[in-house]
C-alpha cells in the first residue's frame, strides 16, 4: 500500500505469554523480538517486526486451534467491545525502537450461524481473535476506536515514526535518509 519494496522473513521465536505479562507488553516483547532475529542476519537493513494480540475482559484471544474454537471465540466477541494491542518494532545497525498501538474494537451484534459462515471462509484460522477487519471480518465489526491498520496488524503512522527515527523519511515513492537530531 505505501509503496515501499520489502521481503518477508520469518523469525523463529518463543511466542510463549511471560507470566504476569500484560497484554501490550506482550505484544511489544514479541514485535522486539522478531526485528532482533531478523535482524541479526540483515545489520544494515530497516527491519519491522510485528505482534497483534486480541484482549477480551483481559482473556487474550490467540489464533484457533480449529473451526470450533473460531465459532466459540467470535461468540465471545459477539456485540461486546475488546482491545487490539498490536507492537511493532524497527531495528537497524543493533539500534531497536519500538511501541504498541492499542485500538478498541465493537463487534456488532450477530447469531451462531453468521460466525459459522464466517469461520467457512477460512480466513479466521490464522487471525488472533478469530477474525481479519481487512477482510470479510469486516461484516462483524460495528466500529473501531483508533488506528485501524493496527487492527490489521501493523500500525503505519507508528511504523513511520519509528522509521523516520532511524534517520529515514518516507517520501511517497520510498525511503530517503535524513539528518536525525
Given at each position: 500500500?505505501?509503496?515501499?519494496?520489502?521481503?518477508?522473513?520469518?523469525?523463529?521465536?518463543?511466542?510463549?505469554?511471560?507470566?504476569g505479562e500484560p497484554a501490550p507488553?506482550?505484544?511489544?516483547?514479541?514485535?522486539?523480538?522478531?526485528?532482533?532475529?531478523?535482524?541479526?542476519?540483515?545489520?544494515?537493513?530497516?527491519?519491522?517486526?510485528?505482534?497483534?494480540?486480541?484482549?477480551?475482559?483481559?482473556?487474550?484471544?490467540?489464533?484457533?486451534?480449529?473451526?470450533?474454537?473460531?465459532?466459540?471465540?467470535?461468540?465471545?466477541?459477539?456485540?461486546?467491545?475488546?482491545?487490539?494491542?498490536?507492537?511493532?518494532?524497527?531495528?537497524?545497525?543493533?539500534?531497536?525502537?519500538?511501541?504498541?498501538?492499542?485500538?478498541?474494537?465493537?463487534?456488532?451484534?450477530?447469531?451462531?450461524?453468521?460466525?459459522?459462515?464466517?469461520?467457512?471462509?477460512?480466513?479466521?484460522?490464522?487471525?488472533?481473535?478469530?477474525?481479519?477487519?481487512?477482510?470479510?471480518?469486516?461484516?462483524?465489526?460495528?466500529?473501531?476506536?483508533?488506528?485501524?491498520?493496527?487492527?490489521?496488524?501493523?500500525?503505519?503512522?507508528?511504523?513511520?515514526?519509528?522509521?523516520?527515527?532511524?534517520?529515514?523519511?518516507?517520501?511517497?515513492?520510498?525511503?530517503?535518509?535524513?539528518?536525525?537530531?
Amino acid at each position: 500500500m505505501l509503496g515501499l519494496e520489502f521481503d518477508v522473513l520469518p523469525a523463529d521465536i518463543d511466542e510463549t505469554y511471560l507470566n504476569g505479562e500484560p497484554a501490550p507488553a506482550h505484544a511489544e516483547r514479541l514485535a522486539r523480538e522478531k526485528a532482533l532475529a531478523v535482524a541479526k542476519d540483515q545489520p544494515d537493513s530497516l527491519v519491522i517486526g510485528s505482534d497483534t494480540v486480541v484482549v477480551l475482559d483481559r482473556e487474550v484471544l490467540g489464533k484457533p486451534r480449529d473451526r470450533e474454537h473460531a465459532i466459540e471465540m467470535l461468540m465471545k466477541l459477539e456485540g461486546r467491545a475488546h482491545r487490539v494491542e498490536t507492537g511493532v518494532a524497527v531495528a537497524r545497525n543493533g539500534a531497536l525502537l519500538s511501541g504498541v498501538e492499542s485500538v478498541k474494537v465493537y463487534f456488532r451484534p450477530f447469531d451462531r450461524r453468521l460466525a459459522e459462515l464466517y469461520v467457512n471462509t477460512g480466513e479466521p484460522m490464522d487471525k488472533a481473535g478469530a477474525y481479519g477487519i481487512q477482510g470479510h471480518g469486516s461484516a462483524l465489526v460495528e466500529r473501531i476506536d483508533g488506528d485501524y491498520y493496527a487492527v490489521m496488524g501493523l500500525p503505519v503512522a507508528q511504523l513511520l515514526s519509528l522509521i523516520n527515527a532511524h534517520g529515514f523519511q518516507y517520501t511517497f515513492t520510498g525511503l530517503e535518509p535524513v539528518d536525525v537530531p
